[in-house]
């Protein structure tokens, strides 16, 4: 995957800049094939990856020191200079908010720019727990991707449960756009949907492999795996 041209000095070519935020404890192919996906599916030009201070959704469970969570994102993303590991939630005092996140990355874009907030359907499900969650909706348009094994329900397709919650759960004033894969608001940015390879890995069960023994091998890149096994995580 080649680096799109970033900004350079006189160079006033709008961005399109996805944030993906999770806890990354660890990474696994899951994110990594869906950050490819969602790359060439929005024509990004660069994909900033926040993994989370303290996961306020996460009390229960093992969870990495910040620091090597972030190592392992950074040995998973080496190589690939179209994908940026951030720690700007790992740098802020207290628990991640991902409104935080994104008021962080609009102040520090150009106005042209476009942001776009991209999440797995189960933690767009559960965004109504999330502070500030409507005024995140109105601030950066949302993208949700499809991910097996969550939540898909009975409702035939991968993003099914979408449209019934965006009505039912945020405004019944969201539209399915003439534009195929958008829900539309008259007063908010738009909810993208988009289905991704489904690959069922979780970090959780990445986890539960370790504690019982087993091998992780190809669910997470070498690299990390190697690094979980020197550092003796999540044991
Ligand atoms: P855990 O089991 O600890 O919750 P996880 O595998 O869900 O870990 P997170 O760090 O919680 O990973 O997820 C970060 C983001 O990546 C979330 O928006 C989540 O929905 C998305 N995501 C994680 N795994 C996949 C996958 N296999 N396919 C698509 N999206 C995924
Ligand atoms: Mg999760």
Known sequence: MEKKESRGSGD????????????????????????VEIWESLFLDQLIIIPS????????????????????????????????????????????????????YKERSAPLDELYLIMGQDAFLDICT?????????????????????????????????????????????????EPLRFDHPSSPPVLVREVTPLDISSTRIRALIQQGKSIRYLVPDSVADFIKEKGLYL
């Open 12 to 35: 006033n070519r709008p961005l399109r800049i996805g944030l993906f935020g999770g806890t990354f404890n660890p990474v696994h192919i899951g994110h990594l094939r869906a950050m």
């Open 53 to 104: 201070a303290i996961p306020p959704h996460k009390p229960h469970g093992a969870v990495a020191s910040a620091s090597d969570r972030m190592s392992m994102l950074i040995l998973a993303l080496s190589g690939n200079e179209a994908f940026i590991p951030s720690d700007v939630e790992i740098r802020r005092k207290g628990p991640s908010y991902s409104i935080d996140t994104v008021r962080h």
């Open 130 to 178: 999330w502070r500030d969650y409507m005024a995140l909706l109105k601030l950066v348009p949302v993208v949700v991707m499809s991910r097996p094994g969550k939540c898909d329900g009975n409702h035939g397709s991968a993003l099914g449960a979408v449209p019934a919650f965006l009505k039912d759960r945020i405004s019944p004033e969201y539209r399915a756009s003439t």
